[in-house]
Structure formats: C-alpha cells, structure tokens
C-alpha cells in the first residue's frame, strides 16, 4: 500500500468551475499537510498547508482536513487555465524525528482546465 | 521571504566525472535541507535530509557515497553525484525548512541533470 494515494488524472474541468483534488494518506501520526503545486518542468510550489480537522480557505483555495478519515482534499474554485498543473500533496511523516520530520509526497493529480 | 536557490538549473556531463549541485536559502536560515530526485512522469523522491553540521541522513537505497551531501552552514547545502552514470540524469530538487514553521517546506527550483 502507498503511503500517499491520489488519482493521477487527469482531471479536466471547464473555466469556473471547481476543480476538487482528493488524497489519502496511511500514517495515522501525520500532523502536518502541505498541497504543492509543480508545473511541467518545474519545482513545486507551496499551496496550502493545513494542520487541523475542517476547512482552511486562502482566497480561491479551501484544503479540508479528516484525520480520522486519512483523507485530505483542496478544492479550487473559478478555476483558470494557469491553474493547470500537477498538484501534489504531501503529508508531513516521522513525527517522533523533529530533526527530520520529511514530506512524503503522491505521485500527483494533473489538472487541466478547459478555457 | 523563504527563497531558495540552486545552482546550476541544468548540467550536462559526461559519464564518470562528478557533478556538484548548490542550494542556499537567500533571506533565511535553514536548519535542515532536503535533496529530492524526480524522474519525469513521476513524483518526488526523498533522497537524504541534512542538517546543518551533521552528516546527512540518507534513505534506503540511495548510495551515500555516491550521492555525497555537505551541509557546512546555515545558508548553503551542496549534492554531489560521483561518478555520474546515465541512469543519473534526473531533475534534482532541494528544499529548505526554516527555523520557525518546523515542517513547512521551501523548494529550489531545481537542477536538470544529463549524463551522457
């Protein structure tokens, strides 16, 4: 089983519309998540980090949290096509470690949106 | 703030000679480095974490005499890949964690490596 599962896409969804990115993840003692969002060709680029149970808006973007589920999303509204793109979300893992404390990253969801 | 750099952003080499990659926070301190690989179509892979004056902590299967990682301060982290090989070539990526947000992490923009 993957550490980190999301749906590799794509997902194609019109201009304006909501674009929604889901993700599970398998270590129950993750505390920190991050969506990063990587061009074609690019680095990643922080999105979003969320920290607790619920909804955390940043204008377009809302990253919801369950971790009793082991599931996180981001969700985009009034999508633009500049936001096509791999998002990718990481999970911060070896909490007990504070000197390492990584991010395990999914394989990614591409995004195209449709002018 | 939290800006990372690397350099070089692309290197072509030939097979058998060795490549050193810098990343340096410029407005911050980091107290740890990450160094991630990224074969195209795929996700990011966790190579090794360093931390400034200690010697790096590599994952499993990557060779840490191979992929020779020096932290010497708190604004610069540098890779060096021995011996490269073709199966080398990759998009090298580093990041950086700062001293106040403990897991957020800031990434350079990354080095696109060639071995001929």
């Known amino acids: 089983q993957k550490e980190v599962e999301q749906n590799s896409g794509p997902l194609s969804v019109p201009e304006g519309a909501i674009a929604s990115l889901n993700c599970t993840y398998s270590d129950r003692g993750s505390q920190s998540f991050f969506w990063y969002r990587q061009y074609s060709g690019k680095s990643p680029e922080l999105i979003m980090s969320?920290?607790?149970?619920g909804d955390k808006e940043d204008g377009r973007f809302t990253a919801q949290l369950n971790k009793a589920s082991q599931y996180v999303s981001l969700l985009i509204r009034d999508s633009q096509p500049s936001d096509s793109a791999t998002y990718l979300c990481a999970p911060q893992t070896s909490p007990w470690d504070t000197g390492r404390r990584a991010l395990t990253f999914g394989s990614g969801t591409r995004l195209q949106v449709q002018p | 703030g939290a800006v990372v750099s690397q350099h070089p952003s692309w290197v072509i080499c030939k097979s058998g000679t060795s490549v050193k990659i810098e990343c340096r926070s410029l407005?911050?301190?980091?107290?740890?480095m990450f160094w991630y690989r990224q074969f195209p179509k795929q996700s990011l892979m966790l190579m090794a974490t360093?931390?400034?004056?200690?010697?790096?902590?590599?994952e499993q299967g990557v060779e840490k005499d191979k992929f020779l990682i020096n932290h010497a301060s708190l604004t610069l982290s540098t890779l060096t890949v021995t011996s490269a090989h073709p199966e080398d070539s990759s998009f090298y990526i580093c990041s950086a964690r700062t001293a106040w947000s403990t897991d957020t992490q800031y990434f350079g923009p990354g080095t696109r490596l060639t071995v001929l």
């Open positions: 360093s931390n400034e004056g200690s010697k790096a902590t590599y």
């Open positions: 407005d911050f301190q980091a107290t740890t």
């Open positions: 969320i920290y607790s149970n």
